[in-house]
């Protein structure tokens, strides 16, 4: 039988055929295109013409496109569709799809065509975007290690391979610890202060997993549930011990591999003349430098611990009221956090979640895109999917199919922790229009229906603004397609979407009682206006010393020996209170070793900065949906790609460069003026 992925694919849109794929078909696949991609870009190498944009830049984009098609399919189900086989397949391609890479950016001859046309740039007659591309390219084949020759080219090789082979061990292991957890609890005393929400959820999850009653899992949403809600201090514990150590059991400990990757990155580094890690890292991001990162953490830091101690004297005198005498826990802080937002702010998450179910947010967003961007979304329910819990809707633009957009939000077993935003094709124009086929992956509790926290609504916005950076982009090139800019920037477009989850008119429209259809009210949405700073110490405080850790690590010029007693005395240098937790251990931070966000766990907050200053336009104006603003959104943010420089852009539609104000006010870290 013929191999599905190396076929033309005849299904609507081109989707992947995932019917027909199996684990087996992926390694005879990419071999076969590595094998082909390697022949074409030999040929672009080696040709007698001088090198020109069209038979060197664009030729290299193209020559990309076949085992690209592929490879995402394979990267997308290793993520989201796991199985056994398919893991083997990860840990047996990874290395050799690293090094296929590697071949290619240490091809002397390419090279050698791209450098000659990046100095003769300023005298080509290029467009902004063109140059922009020749730019990019010229960067990434330095960065990989392009102008190193000799035993340092094969040192930078080895790395490379080696790296894509331990970083695809991290994700595994942790994966695995999260689909083998659960914690069985079966009479009423067990489930005690848990809302119907939350036990409908943990029945389902029983359910999957052949088991009686109902079961905890470490899907987020799931873990962070009962820590807000159980009574139980000894199963609150057990679930954060479980949520904490992932990936530090000694059956799959990630602190030798993580170990291993700090210290391959590092001689990187080195081999490219740089000093660390987070200086190689940072030449190609919109801070630059550790210390514009330092910089900023240091703005929100002091700020954000003196908020968590006026927050934590408020829940020590809760648990006194509960009978809880012990000082306070970090698996009691989520808890106690509750009781006191139930007092301060009469807002319980058992009153709210039946406003947000995940239809009606879903709505939501596909709504508010509409009103900005002329964005329509028609549900098809013949698309191939990859799992039933897969919808998929074909979007228009004034009419006209811009893309296909897929959802993936339940938790299960086989598919990673957390959320994200990925493509199965990229958008571009150039060579025949290509339509993107964006996948958003969040892991709620399933339920019936699916209800969700405040904080999940915005994880869901949030996702979507990525997948509207994929579905308006509309750029010529694969390169320069959609999230595929800075780091520090990608976080702008997802970040700023979270905002119109809170408009007036978007929660009068959508936010409707799951079983009454009425109208959230006024006063409850008061409520979580006035509840969104409450735990802002907390959260920055979390967010802010992981990105420390982060910034740390990597400027280790030898590396760690020691996982656990590095990041204990990051913690204990800059001040981490006990109660706060760590919430991301070196063992499980996948963010930094499976996920691409090495020296770059700041972007959350970086881009907090630009989205602040960026939907304060629209709060000036006075309409979040102002029809002149959002064409500018849609031009200069969300349609831009990386076709020109992201801080020009940012610049063109916010007036000014931005700054730390607006963010560390909307935070409650400063205080309000005016």
């Known amino acids: 039988m013929p191999n599905p992925l190396l076929q033309a694919w005849d299904t609507p849109h081109q989707l992947p055929p995932f019917d027909l794929i199996r684990p087996e078909h992926f390694a005879p696949a990419l071999e076969q295109l590595m094998a082909e991609h390697l022949q074409a870009v030999e040929a672009i190498a080696k040709q007698a013409n001088p090198a020109s944009f069209a038979n060197t830049a664009e030729a290299l984009e193209a020559a990309a496109l076949p085992l690209q098609r592929v490879s995402l399919v394979f990267h997308n189900l290793c993520s989201s569709h796991s199985s056994p086989a398919l893991q083997a397949a990860e840990r047996s391609l990874a290395p050799k799809l690293a090094a296929h890479h590697g071949t290619i950016y240490l091809n002397q001859k390419l090279f050698a065509r791209l450098d000659a046309l990046m100095r003769q740039a300023s005298e080509l007659e290029l467009s902004e975007e063109q ?47 999260e689909a ?157 956090a509750e009781k006191v937002r139930l007092e301060h702010y009469a807002l319980d998450d058992a009153e709210v979640k039946p406003y947000f179910s995940l239809a009606n947010m879903q709505a939501a967003m596909f709504d508010v895109a509409g009103r900005l961007f002329g964005l329509s979304f028609d549900e098809r329910s013949d698309l191939p999917r990859y799992h039933p819990d897969v919808r998929g809707w074909e979007v228009r633009r004034h009419g006209q199919l811009i893309g296909v957009f897929l959802s993936d939000n339940f938790a299960r077993p086989g598919k990673k922790g957390g959320a994200w935003m990925s493509v199965y094709r990229a958008q571009s124009l150039h060579g025949g229009v290509s339509l993107p086929i964006v996948v958003n992956n969040t892991n709620f509790a399933k339920g019936d229906p699916t209800l969700l926290s405040f904080d999940d609504v915005r994880t869901l916005f949030h996702e979507f603004g990525h997948g509207l950076h994929g579905l308006l982009s509309h750029v010529n ?198």
């Open 477 to 674: 090139y694969p390169r320069l397609s959609g999230t595929r800019v800075p780091r520090d920037y990608v976080e702008l477009p997802s970040q700023l979407m979270e905002n119109w989850a809170l408009v007036p008119e978007v929660l009068e429209k959508h936010a409707l009682h799951v079983e009454t259809g009425a109208v959230i009210p006024p006063a409850l949405v008061a409520k979580i206006l006035a509840a969104q700073n409450f735990q802002q110490g907390y959260a920055t405080v979390r967010y802010a010393i992981s990105a420390l850790l982060d910034m740390e690590l990597h400027q280790q010029a030898d590396g760690i020996d020691d996982a656990d007693a590095f990041q204990a005395e990051v913690c204990r240098r800059y001040g981490l209170p006990p109660e706060a937790g760590l919430a991301h251990s070196l063992a499980h931070f996948s963010h930094l070793f499976n996920g691409g966000y090495a020296a770059g766990y700041y972007v959350y907050l970086w881009a907090e900065v630009l989205e602040a200053e960026a939907f304060s336009v629209f709060e000036q104006r006075g309409d979040a949906f102002d029809p002149e603003l959002a064409d500018s959104l849609y031009r200069h943010i969300y349609s831009a790609g990386n076709a020109r420089d992201p801080q020009r852009s940012l610049q063109a539609f916010c007036g000014h460069a931005p700054k730390a104000g607006p963010m560390l006010r909307k935070r409650g870290l400063i205080q309000k003026i005016g």
């Open 180 to 336: 083998e957890y659960a914690l069985q609890l079966r009479d009423e005393a067990e489930l005690a202060g848990l809302p119907p929400s939350l036990r409908n959820a943990m029945a389902e999850a029983a359910r999957q997993r052949r088991l009686e009653g109902y079961v905890a899992t470490l899907a987020r949403s799931s873990a962070i549930a009962f820590l807000t809600h159980s009574s139980r201090a000894d199963l609150r514990e057990a679930i954060w011990r479980a949520w904490t150590t992932r990936g530090a059991r000694p059956a799959r400990d990630n602190r030798p591999p993580l170990q291993r990757i700090l210290q391959l990155r590092q001689q990187q580094a080195r081999l490219l003349g740089y000093a660390n890690y987070a200086d190689y890292a940072l030449c190609d991001r919109m801070a630059g430098t550790p210390q514009a990162v330092y910089q900023l953490l240091e703005q929100a830091w002091e700020p954000a611990k003196a908020l968590f101690a006026r927050k934590k004297q408020q829940l020590q005198t809760m648990a006194r009221k509960l009978g809880l005498d012990e000082d306070i826990a970090p698996w009691d802080w989520r808890y106690l």
């Open 131 to 177: 140059r922009r591309l020749l730019q990019r390219l010229h960067l990434d084949f330095l960065m990989a290690g392009a102008c190193l020759q000799g035993e340092a080219r094969r040192e930078f090789a080895a790395c490379v391979e080696e790296l894509a082979m331990l970083s695809a061990r991290f994700g595994q292991n942790l994966l695995a610890d």
